[in-house]
């Protein structure tokens, strides 16, 4: 009898620890969660003032749309993004101001990478982390889908690149759409405007499908080995 104490002792205190702990770590992050939620507000109030209509200009972002279950639409333009010339921090102000009030219900987010690339018109990895780290469970809660729309190679890449650090369940609302054509499934097409430069590069994937990947844009396609899709 006294084995069996002796040995279910040091099982108790092991399980009391990590009880402990995980109440510990728990505590920690609902804290971090309030400041996060506190610093949020802060710097969406503090944003209210701020003159945003030069990037309104730009129309890299886009709410006037919605999908076919009535929910917002946020649609993201790349190309109109000079990733280089912009105040990442602005940005990010100027986002929150414009999305706090559409992420208090269900929404999607369209990308658009047509005539883009990476490095050119991506705010970069980092940044696309700590934005996420920075915003409030609402946007996450209620994000529905991310359609990405023509991704390239090298775009997939870096999305792929953030799956680790993402939760399993956010990495499966992300949806590859490699023609504008598949949209439609999900998005009323009268409401959606396509610039002609989405319409022209989606006529040429249609003849040259590995265009897809940046990898040709000749109509000797035939010749060049395929590669894996980016699914």
């Known amino acids: 009898m006294a084995t069996l104490d002796m040995s279910s ?5 092991v399980v009391s620890s990590q009880g402990f702990f995980g109440r510990w770590l728990q505590a920690r992050r609902a804290a971090a969660a309030i400041r996060g939620e506190q610093l949020y507000a802060t710097t969406l109030s503090d944003s209210a003032t701020y ?13 006037s749309v919605r999908d076919k279950e009535g929910r ?33 219900g269900p929404y999607s987010v369209v990308w658009f990478h047509t005539g883009s690339t990476y490095w050119q018109n991506s ?11 920075r915003l409030p469970m609402k946007y996450k809660a209620n994000l529905h889908r991310v359609y990405v729309v023509h991704c390239d190679l090298p775009m997939w890449v870096g999305l792929a690149a953030l799956g680790p650090l993402l939760s399993e369940a956010l990495w499966r609302k992300v949806e ?11 998005v009323p097409k009268k409401q959606l ?15 040259q499908p590995l265009m897809d990947y940046g990898v040709v844009a000749t109509k000797e396609v035939n010749s060049v080995p395929g590669l894996p899709g980016p699914v």
């Open 9 to 13: 002792s040091p099982q108790m205190q």
């Open 51 to 63: 003159d945003f209509s030069d990037l309104d200009r730009l129309e890299f972002l886009q709410l």
């Open 72 to 104: 917002q639409l946020v649609v993201v333009m790349a190309r109109n993004y000079p990733a280089k010339v912009l105040d990442p921090e602005r940005v990010y102000r100027y986002l929150i101001t414009r999305l706090d009030r559409i992420v208090e």
């Open 123 to 133: 705010p970069g990895l980092s940044w696309l982390w700590r934005t996420y780290e």
């Open 176 to 186: 590859w759409v490699s023609r504008v054509e598949f949209l439609w499934d999900h």
């Open 193 to 207: 405007v396509i610039p002609d430069f989405v319409a022209e590069h989606d006529a040429l994937l249609e003849d």
